[in-house]
């Protein structure tokens, strides 16, 4: 179950909203509750606080990722994931990476210099500083995801085409890129919701079967919250539904009330 929680932190937030003004706000907090088969794996939050940065207040996105129960005892998982937004740009200002996975630990900060397109890491688990280049507008993992939530005129894009966004993750830039591939109503345990689907390409290898093995169901409305996430990885699959949420901007849209 290596990097299972990294995967759903990474594609939670992927939201879109064809409306100028920003689909979230401080006070928004969802969460997941995760399978791997029958097992109930762990559960999954983000949360959009505030903070201030050079005495300008800013989003602060706080995502958390951990195993339970008998999943906690054969794989112990506590990941943190948080970054720093400006609220009238969508870029970061900062990134923090904190995990232990079953032994696998990170502990690193980011510092981006958006005008100069540099990045200062710094790795306080190997004592380590390095500044790399970075292209322009480049988003980190979270911030990526609530900068395509505010993604304008979504709501023409066609099944089978794309949205690309440059991303930093693991010391490198890479072209994030999502397919459209259309609508869907899906039965939640908040009643029938209707869904956008989206699919993120991600690089074969480590984690994933293949280069499309992720599937993610968002609400179709304001708010384009993840409704559901499935993943195929090399180790089995995992499947992870919205379990819980509040403080939205908008309203929650659902057909029909369980």
């Known amino acids: 179950m290596k990097k299972i929680f990294i995967v759903l932190l990474f594609i939670a937030t992927v939201s879109f909203d064809s409306h100028k003004q920003s689909s979230y706000d401080v006070g928004e907090w969802f969460k997941f509750r995760i399978h791997y088969g029958f097992l109930n794996a762990g559960y999954a939050t983000l949360e959009v606080k505030e903070a201030s940065i050079n005495n300008k207040k800013v989003f602060h996105i706080v995502g958390r990722g951990y195993t339970t129960g ?31 996975e079953g032994g696998y630990v990170k502990n690193q900060e980011g510092f981006f210099n958006q005008a100069g397109d540099k990045i200062l890491v710094k790795d306080y688990k190997n004592q380590t500083e390095k500044i790399l280049e970075i292209p322009k507008n480049t988003q980190d993992i979270v911030s990526t995801f609530y900068y395509l939530r505010n993604y304008p005129a979504i709501d023409k894009i066609k099944p089978g085409e794309f949205v690309s966004i440059d991303m930093f993750f693991d010391d490198e830039t890479t072209k994030f890129k999502l397919k459209f591939l259309g609508r869907e109503d899906v039965t939640t345990k908040f009643g029938v919701v209707p869904t956008m689907i989206f699919r993120p390409l991600v690089q074969s290898g480590r984690v994933f079967k293949e280069e499309e093995s ?23 699959s995992i499947k992870a539904d919205l379990d819980g949420f509040k403080g939205l901007k908008f309203p929650f849209k659902v057909k029909i009330n369980q």
Do not use: C
């Open 214 to 236: 992720l599937t993610v169901w968002i609400s179709d409305d304001n708010n384009k919250l993840p409704v559901r996430i499935k993943a195929n990885l090399a180790v089995g």
């Open 70 to 100: 008998m999943s906690r005892f054969f794989f112990k998982v506590d990941d943190l994931y948080e970054s720093y937004i400006d609220k009238d740009t969508g870029n970061p200002y900062q990134f923090v990476r904190k995990i232990d």
